[in-house]
């Protein structure tokens, strides 16, 4: 069966750009979320008693951190009641980076998404008192969803961009970026649609848009004729045959750079 992580991409944005600071504060975000790393395990447990960080790896660059959380049986995290049910969170908080890797623990949640937004919604308090929001999305695995028996069958197709902050993934958006942030905006929101008789074309505009959602800068959505409801893309999982819980956890962050850079979304 292995071990699986999902992967997302998290952009830390000023609140109000109209602030005197702004261009300090986008200078020194990745910073100012370091220092609020080493409380993620209270954040954790503060949200819900019953989750437990039993293990935190901060290697010496201090842009890869590995958190091992455990799951106890009741809030007290009475020792004798420990559910063995545990899982690892990776982040990696480099400005041309900013990854979040939640592994797969069906016996805790069923889906890594609903973790996510613990994760949005602790550091959101701290990152407010700096004038930053944190957005996370899913850095999503597009193979199957523009498959050609749908990509020349798309009636209508809305994508939700996040102002974009990462160069390496928004290279080829600096109008779209100064339209957004000249208007303080922190997320737009496009919705095509074709004449009832007829399909969209997805242009090479299109696609550019279409690859910086894809690499976690928002949401993407398509309605096809044959389905009735909009279809919506998945996140990117990687996997691995063995990465114990057990492992060290060094190694662990080790093998997950290497997968993740094997994944080609950087």
């Known amino acids: 069966m292995g071990v699986k992580f999902s992967l997302y991409r998290y952009q830390l944005l000023p609140i109000d750009r109209r602030d005197k600071n702004v261009e300090i504060i986008v200078q020194q975000k990745n910073h100012i979320f370091e220092e609020l790393l080493p409380f993620f395990p209270k954040f954790i447990h503060e949200n819900n008693k019953r989750l437990q960080t039993i293990n935190a790896c901060f290697p010496l660059d201090k ?15 009475d ?51 700096k004038n930053l929001a944190i957005y996370i999305e899913p850095i999503l695995d597009l193979t199957s969803f523009f498959k050609p028996e749908l990509v020349n069958n798309i009636n209508e197709l809305e994508l939700e961009l996040i102002t974009p902050n990462m160069a390496n993934i928004s290279g080829a958006l600096e109008n779209f970026k100064k339209f957004a942030c000249d208007a303080n905006a922190v997320s737009s929101k ?61 190694v662990v962050i080790d093998q997950l750079v290497d997968k993740i850079k094997d994944s080609n979304i950087l």
């Open 63 to 77: 842009e890869k951190i590995l958190f091992t959380i455990e799951y106890f049986q009741n809030s007290n995290n």
């Open 79 to 129: 020792s004798s009641r420990r559910s063995n049910k545990k899982f690892r969170i990776f982040f990696w908080n480099n400005s041309s980076k900013q990854i979040i890797a939640i592994e797969h623990c069906l016996q805790i949640y069923r889906n890594p998404s609903a973790f996510i937004k613990i994760i949005d919604k602790e550091f959101s308090k701290e990152l407010l008192k």
């Open 190 to 250: 496009l919705s095509i649609k074709s004449n009832e008789n007829s399909k969209l074309d997805i242009t090479d505009t299109l696609g550019i848009l279409i690859d910086y959602v894809k690499n976690g800068g928002g949401k993407i959505s398509v309605k096809v004729d044959k389905f009735k409801s909009k279809k919506t893309a998945k996140e990117t999982v990687i996997s691995f045959d063995q990465l114990d819980i057990s492992m060290d956890s060094s």
